[in-house]
């Protein structure tokens, strides 16, 4: 079970995704957005659950220039990359290697406030 962590700061990142297929060439590819959620394992009995041990966990979500939101890539998706911790710098999506640039300020918020969930 997981749930979003309230509070500032919270809203997570953003980040623009980048095509390098050759020198010189960068296109833009997508973009790649991230919050913060509790995870807590769930323990006993279907009938009467218990949640214990919070952990913070960052959830991360792709979308694809040019492709409808159901094709989103969810870091819990089989077969997902792992998104290096901290500030990643590259990760590979359906055998695409992809630049990451994380976003700050306006470009951010814009970015945010069409793929952020």
Known sequence: MSER????????RV???W???????????????????????TVGPHSSP??????ARVQWRVHLDGTDAADDVYCDDPGAPVLAAGDATEIVVRGRRLRVEWL???????????HGW
């Open 5 to 12: 962590v309230p509070g500032a700061g919270t809203a997570g």
């Open 15 to 17: 980040a623009r995704l």
């Open 19 to 41: 095509s390098d297929d050759a020198p010189g060439t960068a296109t833009p590819a997508g973009h790649l957005v991230t919050r913060e959620c509790v995870h807590w394992d």
């Open 50 to 55: 218990h949640h214990v041990n919070p952990q």
């Open 104 to 114: 700050d300020g306006d470009d951010a918020a814009a970015a945010w406030e069409r």
